[in-house]
């Protein structure tokens, strides 16, 4: 008999199903779970760095259908030729199509973004594979294929726990669908199943406990370069974690940079480097960039135009004392006014935004460094002659994640 390991987290989800075909054949196996601390080390030592992982003798096999279609025969809940198992095929496949719209929904990241997949999800795509599987349970006799148990019975019936947490007040137990219900009853009226189910680890259902990405945001103490990513963060409500190196203290960590500068966005332990870069990548992410090519490149544009304005000023104000004053001078009198009434005209030609006439990261981007220009520039506030562009950064500052982050960061000069 072959040793086996299941190896995935302390919860049901995609580990479910192989558990509980384990226990309908009386099959042992290690039953390895790790929680959220042990999982970026276990990582490394899974072949495409996901789980579930089924060990068979120290060889790891991957994906959850093909490990539940490999047990389903070793058990006996496989059908008996290829056409009954196209059939097992068919409706879980089904199955698992309503399971990735669900966790799309799930897992969304931008909150405005999720309820309106939520919605979707609830009004239309529940009801519609429900109702087409709940037919399929009917005509099977309450089950899902072959008008017997198979192991797709067992499969949808090991999921009930994950679906009734991901749609919690809009799913019960498969409520309002008898026939589905009946397949999951006819499951979980198997003795070993039954025993498994009133005995396993009572765990959080919450997938994102271990999925969830973790941040961590590296610069000086101050705002600088590192404040659009720390905005961003903040806008779509993401933790991280706000690594503040002082001056005296730079050299120690300097190795441990990429490319020995910051900001540096450090992401499951791996870091990223270039603001903007880690700027556009977060945007994406949380709905803030745009819907095509030519809403990007607007965007980009409009970023890429404070940049050269930003580095024209900086260059100046780092400038030797003997060459400063002569240099900001010029930036002051030419440079700030020649950059923000262009972008005083784009945020007039978008309705107060700088691009495609709504909230964008190059909004974002612009608030955050708006008062580093301020500062350098004798800590003016010169935004209040551009009263398109002063709306745009009022705008952002009312988000009211933002200005919260605004009244509780921590207080330095720039």
Request: charged share 30%; glycine share 4%.
């Amino acid at each position: 008999m072959p040793v086996y390991k299941l190896h995935y987290f302390n919860i049901t989800g995609l580990g479910e199903p192989i558990r509980f075909l384990f226990k309908y054949g009386g099959i042992e196996f290690e039953d390895i779970r790790y929680d959220a601390e042990a999982w970026p080390e276990a990582k490394k030592n899974m072949p495409f760095g996901q789980m579930p992982v089924l060990e068979i003798d120290d060889k790891k096999i991957v994906q959850s259908g093909a490990i539940c279609r490999y047990l389903g025969k070793l058990v006996g809940l496989a059908g008996d030729n290829d056409f009954e198992s196209l059939q097992v095929d068919s409706v879980l496949d089904i199955f698992n199509d309503l399971r990735l719209k669900i966790s799309a929904a799930f897992y969304e990241q931008n909150k405005e973004i999720q309820a309106e997949k939520r919605k979707v999800l609830v009004e239309e795509t529940l009801p519609y594979y429900l109702s087409k599987l709940d037919e399929i349970a009917a005509e099977n006799d309450g089950h899902l294929a072959l008008k017997r148990l198979t192991w797709a019975d067992l499969y949808i019936a090991a999921f009930q726990k994950y679906l009734n947490f991901a749609l919690k007040g809009d799913f019960n137990d498969f409520e309002g669908y008898p026939n589905l219900q009946k397949v999951v009853s006819n499951a979980l009226a198997n003795e070993n199943i039954k025993k498994w189910v009133e005995s396993r680890p009572d765990t959080i259902t919450d997938l994102k406990y271990f999925y969830k990405m973790s941040y961590k945001v590296y610069y000086f103490n101050f705002r600088g370069l590192a404040e659009p990513i720390r905005f961003l963060l903040k806008y779509n409500g993401t933790e991280f974690e706000d690594v503040r190196i002082e001056r005296e203290d730079w050299p120690n960590w300097k190795d441990q940079m990429p490319m020995k500068q910051m900001p540096v966005l450090e992401i499951d332990g791996k870091k990223y480097f270039q603001s903007v870069s880690i700027c556009r990548y977060l945007a994406a992410k949380f709905g803030l960039s745009g819907k095509d090519a030519e809403e990007n490149l607007e965007i980009d544009s409009a970023v890429d135009t404070f940049v050269d304005m930003r580095l024209k000023v900086t260059q100046a104000f780092m400038l030797p004392d003997d060459q400063k004053e002569a240099a900001m001078k010029k930036v002051l009198e030419e440079t700030i006014p020649l950059y923000l009434t262009k972008l005083n005209s784009l945020a007039e030609e978008n309705d107060g935004f700088l691009a495609c006439k709504r909230l964008t990261w190059a909004d974002i981007y612009v608030t955050a460094l708006s008062g580093l220009i301020s500062f350098i520039s004798n800590g003016q506030d010169i935004f209040e002659t551009y009263p398109a562009l002063k709306k745009v950064i009022d705008a952002v500052e009312s988000n009211e994640n933002i200005k919260k982050w605004i009244a509780e960061r921590p207080v330095t000069e720039y």
